[in-house]
Nanobody
Framework: HVQLVESGGGSVQAGGSLRLSCKASGLDYKTYCMGWFRQVPGNEREGIAA???????SYADSVKGRSTISKDNAKNTLYLQMNSLKPEDTAMYYC??????????????????WGRGTQVTVS
């Protein structure tokens, strides 16, 4: 049984930072590509970052230069470090795992498993 559990969200002032975490059980991060998505109610889910199974990262323009995706295979944990946060970053953030070497950050169909999300609010 695969489970992804996000944590680290919260309320922060504009310009602040947060580090989101995604702990996995039931799968081995070494063999999965991983991604972060976010969604505002009424909008489509937006892919913002992805890492392939070897750790190479890609980012959406909306977060590029302000965010870093990384993973600790030993801990089966994915991270998203977000800096210089803006009010428009307010959303529910989800991690996802794809059953392959490479996932496109903007393509939700590449991902098989999803967490339930953690809320980020920037004011």
């Amino acid at each position: 049984h695969v489970q992804l559990v996000e944590s680290g969200g919260g309320s922060v002032q504009a310009g602040g930072s947060l580090r989101l975490s995604c702990k996995a059980s039931g799968l081995d991060y070494k063999t999965y590509c991983m991604g972060w998505f976010r969604q505002v109610p009424g909008n489509e889910r937006e892919g913002i970052a992805a890492t392939d199974s070897e750790g190479s990262a890609s980012y959406a323009d909306s977060v590029k230069g302000r965010s870093t995706i990384s993973k600790d295979n030993a801990k089966n944990t994915l991270y998203l470090q977000m800096n210089s946060l803006k009010p428009e970053d307010t959303a529910m953030y989800y991690c996802a795992a794809g059953d392959g070497f490479y996932c496109v950050y903007s393509r939700p169909t590449d991902y098989v498993y999803w967490g339930r999300g953690t809320q980020v609010t920037v004011s």
